[in-house]
Each structure stands twice: as structure tokens, then as C-alpha cells.
């Protein structure tokens, strides 16, 4: 048996027995586990998928059949048996590889994924652009059950059953999303897992397959025929039958042979098949298997004991959220918590706990978690919205007319506002501010320390309007200046004659230490905590511009759209003529990195912003 690193994957495989097969798998749970150790990421759900990535790539060829990965998470051995074995130790870092599915990096990524229940969409139109050239090759999605509670995943089935074009869908089964899965869906899922015909599968696989003479005798003419034969796997009355799909499952995701058997069935099919696959997530790490969610994404940890390395020492601006709306709660029995399939991500662990009823976990469903709030606010209730800012985007549509057009008290947690680090592209929290400042009736807020949340979220909930607080990833700040009450609107934390500096939330920060080298060397600088993004504190704003030489404003979002082109409207409305020097991320996709790193590279720490500034006085830029 080779080491894995000797091996030329994919093309190895087709040469693979399944002993050999089942040999590889244990290796590279192995190599998993030592390298995620080291580097951090989705440990989980990739332990979980090594056979069935190993038989997909061993049936299907990539990259002329495509394989397209939901959300991209759970891509890792993918990428292992597509030539990037050799560079795992460089996974989420900065210039390293991606934990997500990126075209850049291999042919074999045939689509950039990161937010989930969209892969039968993109699935149905590879499979209808392949019909309509008159190509040849196979397509196939991989889902999650947890991704398959994501409506969009059902406007894709709702498609592809009523097109000509045949595309293979695997519905990685493992019963949980993040945590456990939620929903009627998952209930669903739930009884075709445990149902009698599974069981008697699991058993006598190999042997009841070789007895189907239709198969045996290679006679075989269609899916649907040998589904006769087949009753033992299929349950009668199963939804996605019902949906115009061939179902075939459930099948042990586990059992290399099993699966390969069951994808040369989906093969031979004249039309789109779903093929029900059962995983364990964890699976053959002792420390995940006991408890998945913790190693769905985790950062370095050791792996004998499975405890993180690099525990920070103040808490997370998640932490102080859930500690804080849980005492609230206790005293306003109107504050409910909605979470979009993130409940530990957010820090609502503890008040899911304590108020079961009071907290509605909706899947991976932001849209309708949006719509659904606006009407738990239309009747008395105060819901906390709280979802990363990068998937709230799938429930923009639903903001401006579900909570904002009724203009209902609706609290918008926004979690993971601004970069993310090491997720990247798909996952920084940079479009918040500009998506959410042009809807009329929306209030966005944004603290600079643990305290400054507390306060914010106080003032939210007896706000009677639609409001947002967003924050980012990573621990709270502590306050250097004791924040003044909330309702005299932005802070001033020092006076500067030549420069001021608006900062936006936890870049307050940064703008003290850009503030404090200036003035080290002779640039009076002062800094203004913004606190308010919309409505923006408007007479500040003007009295500053009115007092220094130079206007800075500091934003962790993208700089088109942002706080900073709020101020330089007010400017040019009140027909001030003041230079104002806008810092934030600029117009491209951000890559994956370490926050700090990445910070440095586009010039946003302490020490670029006080570079720029410098520059910019001295006439350099
Ligand atoms: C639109 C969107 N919302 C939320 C997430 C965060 N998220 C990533 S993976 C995941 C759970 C997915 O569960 P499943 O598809 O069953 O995959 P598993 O992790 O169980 O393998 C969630 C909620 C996301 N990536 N995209
Ligand atoms: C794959 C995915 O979308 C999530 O697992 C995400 O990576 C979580 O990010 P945090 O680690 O910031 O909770
Ligand atoms: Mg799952």
C-alpha cells in the first residue's frame, strides 16, 4: 500500500480494488486529522464524506463530469484526490488553499460555493448548457441534509424534475446541520434513516444486489425498472418520488462497494435521480464522532485530548450577545431569537437552553426567517435577528419588504459583520452597511466594545422600528473610553486640528492606534466613535469638518456604498468643500486569510491607516 502523498489521484483510483479503496479512506482520515489539527476548518462533515468521495471520484471522471459541492465545506477530500494533497498544510491560510470549492486553485472546482442549497441549482443549469450543446458527461450535486432545508434547493428540484436534462443529486444524509437538523424535512429524513428497509440493507448489501438478475445479466434498462426490484431500499410515498425524481437509498455512505454500485444504477437512469446516502458525521475520529458540531468548524486543537489550542481570553462579540439577550429575556418575556441554523455560531446556545420556546431555529432558511420575524413583531413580539452578515444577504428581498415596508420593531443581530478571516471569499461580512443603509425605516448600529453592544442591544429592544446591530467575528473589545449613553448619537473620543477620524464600530481600535502614531509624530489627530451608521450623527459630522483639515473615515465593509460615502453626501449637501478620505475594503472579493494579515494587506490596521494618512498630507497619494 502507497502513502497517500505517492499517489496520482485522481486516475489512481480507477485501478483500485475496494480493499484498496477502503485502505485509502482510513489514510486519509488520518491525514484529516493530523493536518486540520494544525491548520483548523471543517473537520466534521469531511470525516463523514471520505467513501463517498472516494467513489465518486472512482465512477465519475472529473473534471469532464462535474462534481459541485454544497456550500464546499465538506470538499476537503475532494481536493485531497484532486492533486492537493501536497499543500494541505497551507489550508485557509493566507495564500494557502481554500477551504471552499475556488476554480482558481483546480479544473476539478467546477463551481465556487460557500453559502449552501444551491448546488441542484447550478447542478440544472450545467445539465441543461450539456443538453443544449449536445455534449457528453455526467452532472452531479452533493447535499446536505442540512443544506436541503434551504428553499432554494427546492426551486432547483422543482426545475430539474420538469427539464429534459438528467443530473445525478447525492443527498449527503448525516442528520445534522451545524448542530442537530431541524425542521419537518429533517423529521422526514429521519424516518427513511431508521426505516426497516435500510436496516436489512445495511446487512445483506453485497449479496441481495448480485441477486437482482437484471443487473447480473447486464440487462438492465432504466433506474425506474430495477427500482422493482429493489422494494428493500425504497419507501413507498417517499416526497422526492412524489417530485418526478428516481429516489434511490437509503444507501450506507460508509460502504465504498454499496455506493458504487448504487451510482452505476444512477447512471444508467433517462432522468434525474436522487440518491440517499447515510453518513455519520465525525466518523472514525473519536473526539468528532462524540460531538460533531464542535469539530464542524474548529480552529487548531490538539489531537489526542480534541481541546483547542488557542482559546482567546476575552469573549467572543457572539458570547457577550447571547449572555446579554439572555438576561434581557428573564425580564421581557416579548424577546424571541431567531436563528437561521446557527445557533452555537451566534452564541444563542444558553437561550435556546433556557427559553426552548422561545427560540425558533429555522434551518438554513434566512429568507424565511426575515418574513417570519416581521410577523412575530406585527404581533407583540420582539424577535432578535441574529445570522452572519454574509448569509443574511439571501434575505435581502425579505428585509426591505417584510420588516422595513411594515415597519415592525424586528432586531437584526448581524454577526460576523465585516472580514472573517480564514472562511474568505464567500464568508467576509463586507456588503452589510451598503446593503442595509438605502432601506427606509432601517436603523444601523454598529459598537466598538462589549459594553457598546450591551447598550445597543438595550436600546434596541424598545425601539419600535427595524433596527441592526452588526459586529464582527472574534472577541469583543473592551472600552477604553466608558461609552456615553446611546442618544447622544456618535462619540467623541479625542480632538484632533488636523485630522479626525470617524471610525465604525471595532475598527475604533485601529483608528486609536493610527491616531496615537500620528500624533507621535506631530499630526494632531482625534478619533470619533460613529456608533449611529443610519441615521448618521449629521451635526458631528459637520462640526468635524468644520474643525480639522483632513476627514478620515475607517470602515470594516466595502468602501463603495459605505459610512464613508454617507459622509461625503452630507458634505457636498450642506455644500461643505472638505476632502474626506474614505478607508475601507475595496471593490473586489477579499481573500481567505488571517484577519490581521489581511487587514495589514489592504491597509486597514492601525499602522497602514496612519501610513495613508501620512502619505496623504504629505502629498504621496
Ligand atoms: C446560506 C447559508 N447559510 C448558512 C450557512 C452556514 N452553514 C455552513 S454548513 C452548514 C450546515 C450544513 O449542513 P449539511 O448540509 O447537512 O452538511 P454537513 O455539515 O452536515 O455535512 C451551515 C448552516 C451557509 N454556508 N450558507
Ligand atoms: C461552512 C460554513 O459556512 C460555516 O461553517 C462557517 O464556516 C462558520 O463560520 P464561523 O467559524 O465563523 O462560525
Ligand atoms: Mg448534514
Redesign the pocket.
Known amino acids: 500500500m502507497k502513502n497517500l502523498l505517492d499517489y496520482s489521484l485522481p486516475e489512481d483510483l480507477k485501478f483500485m480494488d475496494t480493499k484498496e479503496l477502503e485502505l485509502l479512506a482510513v489514510q486519509i482520515r488520518e491525514f484529516l486529522v493530523e493536518n486540520v489539527s494544525k491548520t483548523g476548518g471543517?473537520l466534521?462533515?469531511n470525516l463523514?464524506?471520505v467513501e463517498l468521495t472516494i467513489a465518486l471520484h472512482k465512477a465519475f471522471n472529473s473534471p469532464l463530469d462535474k462534481i459541485i459541492w454544497?456550500?464546499g465545506?465538506?470538499a476537503y477530500v475532494h481536493k485531497i484526490l484532486t492533486g492537493r494533497a501536497d499543500n494541505f498544510g497551507s489550508l485557509r491560510k493566507f495564500g494557502g488553499l481554500s477551504g471552499f470549492p475556488k476554480g482558481g486553485e483546480s479544473e476539478h472546482d467546477v463551481f465556487d460555493t460557500?453559502?449552501?442549497?444551491n448546488s441542484i441549482s447550478i447542478a440544472a443549469g450545467f445539465a441543461a448548457a450539456r443538453d443544449l450543446s449536445g455534449d457528453n458527461y455526467d452532472v452531479v450535486a452533493v447535499?446536505?441534509?442540512?443544506?436541503?432545508t434551504?428553499g432554494l434547493s427546492y426551486e432547483g428540484m422543482n426545475n430539474l424534475s420538469d427539464l429534459k436534462s438528467k443530473a445525478i443529486i447525492i443527498l449527503?444524509d448525516?442528520g445534522?446541520?451545524?448542530g442537530l437538523?431541524t425542521g419537518g424535512l429533517s423529521k422526514h429524513l429521519n424516518k427513511l434513516r431508521v426505516s426497516k428497509g435500510y436496516s436489512s440493507f445495511k446487512k445483506g448489501f453485497g449479496t441481495a444486489l448480485k441477486k437482482i438478475p437484471a443487473i447480473g445479466d447486464g440487462l438492465y434498462n432504466g433506474v425506474s425498472r430495477a427500482r422493482d426490484h429493489l422494494k428493500y431500499s425504497i419507501v413507498e410515498g417517499v416526497m422526492f418520488e412524489k417530485l418526478g425524481f428516481t429516489y434511490i437509498g437509503p444507501i450506507d455512505g460508509h460502504n465504498i462497494d454499496a455506493i458504487l454500485h448504487n451510482l452505476e444504477l444512477a447512471k444508467t437512469s433517462d432522468h434525474s435521480v436522487i440518491m440517499h446516502v447515510i453518513t455519520q458525521?465525525g466518523k472514525g475520529y473519536r473526539n468528532a464522532e462524540k460531538d460533531p458540531s464542535k469539530f464542524?468548524g474548529i480552529g487548531a486543537f490538539d489531537k489526542s485530548t480534541g481541546e483547542l489550542l488557542n482559546k482567546s481570553e476575552r469573549p467572543s462579540y457572539s458570547e457577550v450577545f447571547g449572555k446579554k439577550l439572555t438576561d434581557m429575556a428573564r425580564q421581557n418575556d416579548r424577546i424571541v431569537a431567531v436563528s437561521?441554523?446557527?445557533i452555537d455560531g451566534t452564541g444563542l446556545r444558553e437561550f435556546a437552553r433556557l427559553f426552548p420556546e422561545r427560540t425558533f431555529d429555522v434551518g438554513?432558511a434566512?429568507g424565511h426567517g426575515v418574513t417570519f420575524a416581521g410577523a412575530l413583531a406585527k404581533s407583540g413580539y420582539k424577535p432578535f435577528v441574529t445570522i452572519?452578515s454574509t448569509?443574511l444577504q439571501?434575505g435581502y428581498d425579505n428585509i426591505i419588504m417584510d420588516t422595513c415596508l411594515q415597519d415592525v420593531p424586528v432586531v437584526f443581530a448581524i454577526d460576523r459583520a465585516g472580514c472573517v478571516g480564514s472562511d474568505g471569499e464567500t464568508h467576509h461580512g463586507l456588503f452589510d452597511i451598503s446593503y442595509l443603509k438605502n432601506i427606509p425605516n432601517m436603523t444601523v448600529l454598529a459598537p466598538a466594545s462589549d459594553i457598546e453592544l450591551e447598550m445597543m442591544m438595550e436600546f434596541a429592544s424598545v425601539y419600535e422600528h427595524p433596527i441592526a446591530i452588526r459586529y464582527p467575528r472574534g472577541s469583543a473589545s473592551e472600552a477604553v473610553t466608558i461609552p456615553k449613553s446611546l442618544s447622544e448619537g456618535a462619540q467623541v473620543i479625542s480632538e484632533g486640528k488636523d485630522v479626525i477620524i470617524w471610525s465604525v464600530g471595532n475598527m475604533l481600535k485601529n483608528a486609536e492606534k493610527a491616531a496615537e502614531i500620528l500624533n507621535n509624530s506631530g499630526i494632531d489627530t482625534g478619533v470619533i466613535n460613529a456608533r449611529f451608521i443610519m441615521p448618521p450623527d449629521r451635526e458631528k459630522i459637520l462640526q468635524s469638518a468644520n474643525k480639522c483639515k483632513l476627514l478620515v473615515t475607517v470602515e470594516d465593509g466595502m468602501k463603495i456604498g459605505g459610512f464613508g460615502e454617507t459622509v461625503v453626501s452630507l458634505l457636498a449637501e450642506n455644500s461643505l468643500n472638505k476632502e474626506v478620505m474614505i478607508l475601507g475594503w475595496p471593490e473586489k472579493f477579499i481573500e481567505h486569510g488571517n484577519t490581521d494579515q489581511l487587514m495589514d494587506k489592504y491597509g486597514l490596521s492601525g499602522e497602514k491607516i496612519a501610513e495613508r494618512i501620512k502619505d496623504k498630507i504629505e502629498g504621496k497619494n
Open positions: 471543517h466534521a462533515s463523514g464524506a454544497d456550500v465545506h465538506q460557500g453559502h449552501s442549497s447535499i446536505g441534509d442540512g443544506s436541503l434551504g449527503n448525516n445534522m446541520s451545524i437538523n458525521k464542524h437561521a441554523a446557527m438554513i434566512e452572519y448569509f439571501r
